[in-house]
C-alpha cells in the first residue's frame, strides 16, 4: 500500500516554508554566497560596450561558436586565444523584481517538496519509521536541489566553491524537507 501524495501535503508545505526561510537566512543573514561573483575593474567601460550592443535578454558566449566544425579554424582558435573567453547573461535593465523572485524561489521549493513527497509515496509504506522517510527524503532532497550545479562548473566557467556553496544549500534543504516529511509521515490506517 502506497502513501496518497494529498496525505503529505502537510510535510510538502510545511518544507516548502521553512527552506524558503532558510534560503532567506543563508543569503541574508550568513551571506556566503556574496563571493560568488568578482566586480570587473573597468565595470562602466564593459556596460558600455554590451549597451552599445543591444544584446537581447539571455546568456550570450564570447567568442560566440556554436559549430564545432568552426572551432578548428584559425580565426575562432585565435579569438579563443586571445581571450576572453566568457558567458554574459543579461536581465532586463532596472533592479530586480524581488517580488516575483521571491514568489519564484517559493514555487521552486513547492514543486521539489511536490516532487519529493511523489518519490517518497513510491518507495515508503504508511507508518515508515521516522529514520527511513528521513534517510530517503533527504537523499532525494539533496539530488533534486543540488545536483544539477555540477554543470555550471564544469561548462560554464562557476568556480568550484560556489558550486560546493550552493551543494551545501541543497544539503541543508534536503535536510529540511527530510525532517518535515519524517516527523508527518502517515501511520498505517
Given at each position: 500500500m502506497n502513501v496518497s501524495l494529498l496525505a503529505l501535503w502537510?510535510?510538502?508545505?510545511?518544507?516548502?516554508?521553512?527552506?524558503?526561510?532558510?534560503?532567506?537566512l543563508i543569503h541574508m543573514l550568513l551571506k556566503y554566497h556574496d563571493g560568488?561573483?568578482?566586480?570587473?575593474?573597468?565595470e562602466d567601460e564593459v556596460a558600455a560596450a554590451i549597451r552599445a550592443g543591444k544584446p537581447g535578454l539571455g546568456v550570450h558566449s564570447i567568442p560566440y561558436c556554436v559549430d564545432m566544425k568552426k572551432m578548428g579554424e584559425p580565426?575562432?582558435?585565435?579569438?579563443?586565444s586571445?581571450?576572453?573567453?566568457?558567458?554574459?547573461?543579461i536581465f532586463p535593465s532596472g533592479m530586480p523584481a524581488m517580488g516575483k523572485l521571491i514568489g519564484q524561489q517559493i514555487i521552486y521549493f513547492l514543486v521539489g517538496g511536490l516532487l519529493l513527497g511523489y518519490c517518497a509515496s513510491l518507495s515508503l509504506a504508511p507508518g515508515a519509521d521516522y529514520l527511513s522517510?528521513?534517510?530517503?527524503?533527504?537523499?532525494?532532497?539533496?539530488l533534486a536541489?543540488?545536483?544539477?550545479?555540477?554543470?555550471?562548473?564544469i561548462w560554464y566557467g562557476h568556480r568550484w566553491s560556489t558550486a560546493l556553496k550552493f551543494l551545501l544549500?541543497?544539503?541543508?534543504?534536503?535536510?529540511?524537507?527530510?525532517?518535515?516529511?519524517?516527523?508527518?509521515?502517515?501511520?498505517?490506517?
Open positions: 502537510m510535510p510538502i508545505l510545511l518544507g516548502t516554508f521553512l527552506a524558503w526561510i532558510a534560503s532567506a560568488d561573483y568578482q566586480q570587473l575593474g573597468n580565426e575562432m582558435q585565435a579569438k579563443f586571445e581571450g576572453p573567453v566568457a558567458f554574459v547573461t522517510v528521513f534517510r530517503q527524503v533527504a537523499s532525494v532532497g539533496f536541489f543540488g545536483w544539477a550545479v555540477i554543470p555550471y562548473s544549500d541543497a544539503l541543508i534543504y534536503g535536510l529540511i524537507f527530510a525532517g518535515c516529511f519524517a516527523w508527518l509521515w502517515p501511520g498505517t490506517a
